[in-house]
């Protein structure tokens, strides 16, 4: 039997779409977090709290109906309601653990976000219980924006009242596509029909805001079924449309069958097609009176519509990470949980730390990550830079931004250097010429 190629991550994106990822998440990369400053998480909780710094609370719900073939979170569709609330006990030890520590006691966050895996599948009993206690331990009513992720499928009128009643203002239908032959081939749980019904009752409750997720370039995705998409997009008009380019992350199912057929390029649209569909998407949807927002939004009213988790993120919010696998940032130190659910419970439950890595950063690092992460708003704020950090952006960059600009994909304004719509499709692959040259390579 032939040995499968060994497949690197495509960072140029130009041609055929390769595994790996190249979406940017987070700098610098994961592959210099480590063991030896989880200790430094330990420490942060335990010095005085800062006089200014927003907060922001994460809660990882890892529980799926499914798992989609091109899902790389850490989800678990097999896990009994006895199981899960074990889980949710767990998380809530964790969360007064920090809420008790001199860094963070008296503070209240100004973002709560519930993602998976799928937050939408826990019960309502469940859900009330949790938030219930959660708010009891860290306050939730300076709390600008909650949001909460859902599977269409798991919702019922029902429940989509008692997720507002938690308090939640914006509301994620991860929808993907609205052709069931695709959903099903994907590996989604759900089916068009209760995307429909699942945006009606969510419409009529009122929430403050609606997003929907679609992925371009899904398997078997074509011109002709894209168009529609975007058509019953419109159609429901919701607050806030999100859409992201496939891609095939070393974990997921579609990865593993490329890999056992030997094969170099995965089994979806190439990278121009991803983008000239992103592209068609978000010139529809600004004649209908959208705004692009970021290299994935487009928002209907962004004077009204804000997306706080990212924002706050993106400039240096401190954000508590609950449950398996979750990310966390904290005084400049990243950090991520546990990966595995029985561990990750049983460390709680024993009084162990829950930690699996960490990552202590310096203040050129938080720089960079700071305008790596705004540049995929499609511009960045020289002004902005210059206060926080004492850094001319253009001085620094001259020669990277030159070459942008020669390119045709920047341009200068007056404290503002903004990207092109060609640029900011495939922004995450010019990320890199940002990178600090120790973190290139294993970037």
Request: net charge negative; charged share 30%.
């Amino acid at each position: 039997m032939s040995k499968a190629p060994r497949i690197k991550a495509d960072r140029e994106t130009k041609d055929e779409t390769k595994a790996g990822n190249y979406f940017v998440s987070n700098y610098p990369p994961f592959a210099f977090w480590n063991d030896s400053d989880i200790q430094c998480v330990e420490s942060m909780v335990n010095s005085p709290k800062p006089s200014e710094r927003p907060l922001g609370l994460y809660y990882h719900v890892p529980f799926c109906r499914k798992r989609c073939h091109f899902c790389y979170f850490r989800v678990y569709t097999d896990k009994s309601t006895k199981e899960i609330r074990r889980y949710l006990a767990a998380t809530l030890k964790e969360l007064q653990a920090y809420a008790d520590s001199p860094y963070l006691q008296g503070r209240k966050p100004e973002f709560v976000y519930f993602g998976g895996g799928t937050p939408s599948s826990l019960s309502v009993k469940d859900l009330i219980s949790l938030t219930d206690e959660m708010k009891r331990i860290l306050p939730w009513e300076k709390a600008e924006e909650v949001t909460f992720e859902c599977e269409p499928g798991t919702l019922t009128e029902k429940k989509l009242e008692a997720i507002k009643n938690l308090g939640v203002t914006r509301l994620s239908l991860g929808i993907e596509n609205f052709k069931d032959h695709i959903l099903e081939i994907n590996g989604r749980a759900h089916r068009s029909e209760e995307v429909f019904k699942a945006y009606e009752f969510a419409r009529g409750l009122g929430f403050d805001n609606i997003n929907v997720d679609l992925i371009a370039g899904m398997l078997e995705e074509t011109d002709e079924n894209w168009s529609d998409c975007i058509d019953r997009v419109i159609d429901l008009s919701p607050d806030c449309v999100t859409i992201y380019q496939m891609e095939v992350p070393f974990n997921t199912g579609i990865y593993k069958t490329m890999k056992e057929q030997g094969s170099l390029t995965a089994p979806i649209a190439d990278w121009q097609t991803k983008r000239r569909w992103v592209n068609e998407a978000f010139e529809r949807l600004e004649s209908e009176g959208y705004s692009v927002t970021s290299a994935y939004t487009a928002v209907k009213n962004p004077e009204e519509t804000k997306f706080v988790y990212r924002d706050s993120l993106w400039t240096g919010a401190d954000m508590v990470a609950l449950g398996v696998a979750s990310f966390g940032h904290l005084g400049g130190i990243h950090y991520q949980n546990l990966t595995h659910l029985d561990q990750y419970c049983e460390s709680i439950e024993t009084g162990k730390p829950v930690v699996r890595r960490a990552l202590l950063t310096n203040e050129e690092e938080l720089f960079v990550r700071e305008i790596i992460l705004q540049w995929k708003l499609g511009r960045v704020y020289p002004s902005y830079f210059q206060e926080k950090f004492g850094i001319d952006v253009q001085e620094r960059y001259a020669e990277v931004f030159e070459a942008w600009e020669r390119a045709g994909d920047l341009e200068k304004r007056e404290d503002e250097l903004r990207l092109s719509r060609d640029a900011l499709l495939r922004v995450d692959s010019m990320l890199y010429d940002l990178f600090l040259p120790r973190h290139k390579d294993s970037a």
